[in-house]
C-alpha cells in the first residue's frame, strides 16, 4: 500500500507534469500566433502591392491611359 507520503508525492509530480504540459502548450500557441500573423502581414502586404503596381501600369500603359496627342499639319 502507498503510504499518505508517496501518495502526495505523486499528486505532486502529477500536478507539475500537467503545469509544464499547460506551459509547453501557451508557447507554442504564442509562437503560432505570432508567424500566423507575420505571414498574414506579409500576404497583405503582397496584395496591396500587386494592386498598386496593377493601377499605375493599367493608368500609365493599358486601356486607361491618355490617347496620345497627334498634331495634325
Known amino acids: 500500500m502507498a503510504t499518505a507520503k508517496q501518495r ?3 499528486a505532486e509530480r502529477d ?3 500537467t ?3 499547460r506551459v509547453r502548450f501557451q ?5 503560432r ?3 500566423d500573423n507575420i505571414v498574414a ?7 496591396v502591392l500587386l494592386a498598386v503596381g496593377g493601377q499605375t ?12 496627342v497627334v498634331e495634325q499639319e
Open 15 to 17: 500536478r507539475a507534469r
Open 57 to 68: 501600369a493599367f493608368y500609365t500603359i493599358g486601356p486607361g491611359a491618355e490617347a496620345a
Open 41 to 47: 502581414c506579409a500576404a497583405a502586404g503582397l496584395i
Open 8 to 10: 502526495r508525492e505523486r
Open 33 to 35: 500566433r505570432r508567424r
Open 19 to 21: 503545469y509544464e504540459a
Open 27 to 31: 508557447e507554442s500557441r504564442i509562437a
